[in-house]
């Protein structure tokens, strides 16, 4: 619970809002999704073997690894920029949920199998998801402010703007200059 709460206040101090609606309706989703596969399959615990830690329910799926995976993979795609920083990221995560995972089957608290149905859910869902309602083209992750107004309309983009509107106007441009930098 205090890896959930952290990442969904770091997405907040952010200020990554759509991110955090579709990590929060992934969350939702993920517990009737969860709870059904719980309530269906109803898998007691490891047969014949010593239980170390502390359980109670059924094992399939592992909600913990669930959990953890799920937030670890929306810190990931809500607070990594894309590229070589998320790859890194992804690989921590990745570690860290096989750390536990190994852990929880030394405990004896789940299956191999039911550790496994755990973690694909926990990324299935939420990777699903920000890929389709939050793509990288569209919505970014990135901490550095560039600029937002006032684009150099010089060089490539210049010849580009000049080329589209020949293309798609039929119309020579004769100059481009950029309009209302007095308040700059």
């Known amino acids: 619970p205090v890896i959930g709460v952290v990442v969904v206040l770091l997405i907040m101090v952010f200020r990554r809002w759509r991110h955090l609606l579709v990590l929060l309706f992934c969350l939702f989703f993920l517990e009737i999704v969860v709870s059904w596969i719980y309530n269906g399959l109803t898998r007691p615990r490891p047969f014949g073997v010593w239980i ?3 359980w109670d329910g059924y094992s399939a799926p592992s909600a913990p690894v669930a959990a953890l995976t799920f937030f670890l993979m929306g810190a990931v795609y809500c607070l990594v920029v894309p590229g070589r920083p998320r790859s890194y990221a992804k690989a921590g995560a990745a570690a ?3 750390l536990f995972c190994l852990a929880r089957l030394y405990l004896a608290v789940d299956h191999p199998d039911d550790v496994v149905f755990g973690v694909a859910l926990g990324v299935a869902v939420p990777l699903a998801a920000f890929r389709f309602f939050t793509p990288n083209e569209v919505f970014p992750v990135v901490y550095r402010r560039g600029r937002t107004a006032h ?4 060089g490539r983009r210049g010849a580009a703007i000049r080329r589209a509107v020949q293309d798609q106007l ?3 441009v004769l100059e481009i200059r950029p309009v209302g930098l007095e308040s700059s």
Do not use: R, S
């Open 52 to 54: 170390i830690g502390a």
């Open 96 to 98: 860290v949920v096989a």
């Open 170 to 172: 039929g119309l020579t």
């Open 151 to 154: 684009v150099d309309v010089t």
